[in-house]
């Protein structure tokens, strides 16, 4: 064999062993992709509710006496193509009710835990936050009362500590007290020709536009309070 088809060859050799992560790189990845997907699923089913309704579902749906039934998360369920689960939910029970229970195993795909994260099916790390100048301080809120840039506050995010999915639980934010929980089951990978060199901890966030975003652990409290805040004084 002559040396120039011994160099095609080695080139091509060596080609391939270059490559060859890039084809894994999608599987290993994808958790983080799929999370960043689901955020940005549930960012557009949020947008969509609040066109038909003129404001964002309450991250706590009540009772008639007050009491708190389930979570945001239902009333989006007929926005992310889940009219059948939907239709199986008692809206006027709570969300552990003995019909209710039930549907917790049936948990939609874009809430479910990313593959091969360590979370029960079940239980989701979509939250939102509430509380003092947050996206759902309140019930009935619309875009208008958000007067920092939409794509500069977080809508939804992935917290610490996942939660049943239809409960009524999130994560409550104190202006003045430390920041609740945050984090993803999955790091954003570092990678220099194909080859992963660390994942950088932190989490994904749809923010307030639809647009999903990754948030380093390590980013500055100042600068995260001030995306959690909408600019509402």
């Not at 120039?4 to 080139?11: C, E, G, N, R, Y």
């Not at 239902?74 to 926005?79: A, E, I, T």
């Not at 689960?85 to 939609?108: C, G, I, M, T, V």
């Not at 500590?161 to 994560?171: N, R, T, Y």
Request: glycine share 10%.
């Amino acid at each position: 064999m002559s040396r120039i088809k011994w160099a095609v060859l080695l080139l091509v050799l060596l080609s391939c062993g270059l490559l060859l992560p890039c084809t894994q790189k999608v599987r290993e990845d994808e958790g983080w992709v799929r999370s960043a997907y689901s955020l940005h699923q549930i960012g557009i089913a949020l947008q969509a509710y609040h066109e038909d309704n003129g404001h964002l579902p309450p991250a706590v749906v009540r009772g008639k006496s007050g009491q708190p039934l389930y979570s945001w998360r239902v009333f989006l369920l007929p926005y992310l193509d889940e009219d059948s689960l939907y239709r199986q939910f008692r809206l006027d029970e709570p969300w552990d009710s003995a019909q209710n229970s039930k549907l917790l195993e049936q948990s939609p795909r874009c809430y479910d835990p990313a593959l091969g994260g360590n979370d029960d099916p079940g239980l989701t790390r979509y939250q939102v936050f509430v509380g003092p100048g947050t996206a759902f301080e309140r019930d009935g809120l619309t875009w208008t009362d958000f007067p920092n840039r939409l794509s500069d506050t977080l809508l939804v995010v992935e917290a610490g500590h996942p939660v049943p999915w239809s409960k009524p639980a999130d994560l409550s934010y104190d202006p003045a007290g430390p920041l609740p929980p945050l984090g993803g089951a999955f790091g954003m990978p570092v990678h220099v020709l194909c080859y992963e060199l660390w994942r950088t901890a932190g989490f994904n966030a749809c923010m307030a536009d639809g647009s999903t975003r990754f948030i380093p652990s390590d980013t500055d409290e100042k600068a995260l309070r001030g995306l959690i805040n909408r600019g509402a004084p």
